[in-house]
């Protein structure tokens, strides 16, 4: 299991930015991927962006391309999801995720491609 912590939620004006962040903690990562969901209020949890841990390949839902980035920083353990031009439909808790190598077959878009989780993290875009 890998204990994962985000931090960097909160309420942001709409059209603003926001960079959240999720580290391993305690350990370094050696899996395969790390990914973004959220689950906006009221709704399912959803797919953002995921990215593979050592060849760095990027996916992103329709509703995240062009608006969020995501990268990943292996010397500190931590993956990003960079957030842009934010409007209150992305308002929802944020999730981050990470799969082990036993997964590398998995789809990374969906949840069945995790077997780690964080606790979330709330962001809130309001004008």
């Known amino acids: 299991q890998v204990l994962l912590v985000e931090s960097g939620g909160g309420l942001v004006q709409t059209g603003g930015t926001l960079r959240l962040s999720c580290t391993t903690s305690?350990?370094?990562?050696?899996?395969?991927?790390m990914g973004w969901f959220r689950q906006p209020p009221g709704k399912e949890r959803e797919f953002v962006a995921a990215?593979?841990?050592?060849?760095?390949?990027?996916y992103y839902a329709e509703s995240a391309e062009g608006r969020c980035t995501i990268s990943r920083d292996r010397a500190k353990n931590t993956v990003y999801l960079e957030m842009n031009n934010l409007k209150p439909e992305d308002t929802a808790v944020y999730y981050c995720?990470?799969?082990?190598?036993?997964?590398?077959?998995?789809?990374?878009?969906?949840?069945?491609?995790?077997?780690?989780w964080g606790q979330g993290i709330q962001v809130t875009a309001s004008s």
């Open positions: 305690g350990r370094t990562f050696s899996g395969y991927a």
């Open positions: 990215i593979t841990w050592f060849g760095g390949s990027q």
């Open positions: 995720s990470a799969s082990s190598v036993d997964l590398r077959y998995a789809d990374i878009t969906t949840e069945r491609g995790y077997d780690n």
